[in-house]
């Protein structure tokens, strides 16, 4: 009886560990800011090398987060409700860079079909600050 007993405090002292260490789900605009910690700003640019860019992410109604080195682009769309992490984004670049122009739509995952259109806006360069940096 002692086993027992002894067995369900200690899942039940696991059980509780898990659930106090368990960290809260970030909203997309939590995430942004802490991707944007310690870093500047830089001039707003209308377009952005693809081939440059290594990851994109996107923050559901809020923006799109390209990685470009050790630099962030945010682009918030004129319309970043139509945001979704859950649709894939087909881009039509007009060249060899991502601008503002750009037709950009989005698909659903599993069924394939569109589910709206995305208007970017300019690409906002963040780079580190140099305290943030050492």
Do not use: W
Request: charged share 25%; glycine share 8%.
């Amino acid at each position: 009886m002692r086993v027992l007993a002894f067995a369900l405090a200690a899942t039940a002292l696991v059980a509780g560990g898990a659930a106090v260490s368990a960290k809260p789900k970030l909203t997309p605009e939590q995430r942004l800011e802490k991707l944007l910690e310690g870093r500047t700003a830089g001039k707003p640019t209308s377009c952005i090398s693809q081939s440059d860019t290594r990851d994109l992410e996107i923050l559901d109604g809020v923006a799109l987060v390209y990685r470009s080195g050790t630099t962030l682009y945010v682009n918030k769309p004129r319309n970043p409700e139509d945001l979704d992490s859950d649709d894939i984004l087909v881009i039509r670049p007009t060249g060899s860079q991502l601008c503002r122009l750009d037709m950009v739509h989005t698909v659903d995952r599993t069924g394939h079909f569109t589910t709206g259109f995305i208007n970017l806006g300019d690409f906002v360069p963040y780079r580190r600050t140099q305290q943030a940096a050492k």
